[in-house]
């Protein structure tokens, strides 16, 4: 039997995939000024603007995605906690998202270890506030689920949630987070070399996972790509 060839253009992911940000009208060094003084505006600004971002970042780096909003907690939490010890060496996003990152990988190599955690969302005395669970999206109402055909986002969602995570973080914030490559160094904290092996790997896994369910797609008409073509 000839071999069936399936071609598929990775920068239509990043269509496809795109989260819509809020309005970025306060600069990232006086939003970092009011979260180390501790506003409130400060803290209710930056969950406006990181919390989907962050949420569909996290949903896509995790074998289950249900854990994703547990883990989207920890990081604000450590967002919270850390951010006097932010210096701006790097973009407030790019820092941010080293966290969603190290907290989706501590996540997993936790989970291999231990029985799932059942950490609630809400306030811990139940009332007033608004708690995690109220402020997160709801996975099933995404722009990219909205955007996508769903039986095809089914698939690609599930290529992606059976990648080797090194590869998933790499193909996530290239192809659909659309990060450009010294950024995805920076929040991955490997070399430039590095982070194109791992994408040029990811897509080829991604495209053979992908050959045998869309070959029949006769609407499918992407185009192979290397790490140097995009």
Same mark, same amino acid.
């Given at each position: 039997?000839?071999?069936?060839?399936?071609? +598929?253009?990775?920068?239509?992911?990043?269509?496809?995939?795109?989260?819509?940000?809020?309005?970025?009208?306060?600069?990232?060094?006086?939003?970092?000024?009011?979260?180390?003084?501790?506003?409130?505006?400060?803290?209710?600004?930056?969950?406006?603007?990181?919390?989907?971002?962050?949420?569909?970042?996290?949903?896509?780096?995790?074998?289950?995605?249900?854990?994703?909003?547990?883990?989207?907690?920890?990081? +604000?939490?450590?967002?919270?906690?850390?951010?006097?010890? +932010?210096?701006?060496?790097?973009?407030?996003?790019?820092?941010?998202?080293?966290?969603?990152?190290?907290?989706?990988?501590?996540?997993?190599?936790? +989970?291999?270890?231990?029985?799932?955690?059942?950490?609630?969302?809400?306030?811990?005395?139940?009332?007033?506030?608004?708690?995690?669970?109220?402020?997160?999206?709801?996975?099933?109402?995404?722009?990219?689920?909205?955007?996508?055909?769903?039986?095809?986002?089914?698939?690609?969602?599930?290529?992606? #949630?059976?990648?080797?995570?090194?590869?998933?973080? #790499?193909?996530?914030?290239?192809?659909?987070?659309?990060?450009?490559?010294?950024?995805?160094?920076?929040?991955?904290?490997?070399?430039?070399?590095?982070?194109?092996?791992?994408?040029?790997?990811?897509?080829?896994?991604?495209?053979?996972?992908?050959?045998?369910?869309?070959?029949?797609?006769?609407?499918?008409?992407?185009?192979?790509?290397?790490?140097?073509?995009?």
């Amino acid at each position: 039997m000839a071999e069936t060839t399936v071609s +598929f253009d990775f920068e239509s992911l990043a269509d496809v995939c795109e989260s819509v940000d809020p309005p970025e009208t306060v600069g990232d060094n006086t939003l970092v000024e009011g979260l180390q003084e501790g506003t409130d505006e400060a803290y209710e600004l930056l969950i406006a603007r990181f919390q989907q971002p962050v949420y569909n970042l996290v949903y896509r780096l995790l074998e289950d995605p249900g854990e994703a909003n547990d883990v989207v907690q920890e990081v +604000f939490l450590k967002v919270f906690r850390h951010i006097g010890a +932010f210096r701006g060496n790097s973009s407030l996003k790019t820092w941010v998202y080293r966290i969603a990152v190290n907290e989706a990988h501590n996540h997993r190599r936790w +989970f291999s270890r231990h029985c799932k955690r059942e950490i609630g969302l809400e306030n811990e005395d139940g009332v007033g506030g608004r708690s995690y669970g109220d402020i997160l999206p709801d996975p099933g109402r995404s722009p990219y689920e909205v955007t996508l055909h769903g039986e095809t986002m089914a698939l690609i969602e599930e290529a992606l #949630a059976n990648m080797k995570p090194v590869f998933r973080e #790499a193909v996530v914030l290239r192809d659909i987070e659309d990060l450009p490559y010294e950024e995805i160094s920076d929040i991955l904290q490997v070399s430039l070399g590095t982070v194109k092996s791992r994408i040029l790997r990811g897509r080829e896994a991604l495209r053979r996972a992908l050959v045998d369910r869309l070959e029949s797609d006769s609407t499918v008409g992407w185009a192979a790509q290397t790490a140097e073509q995009d």
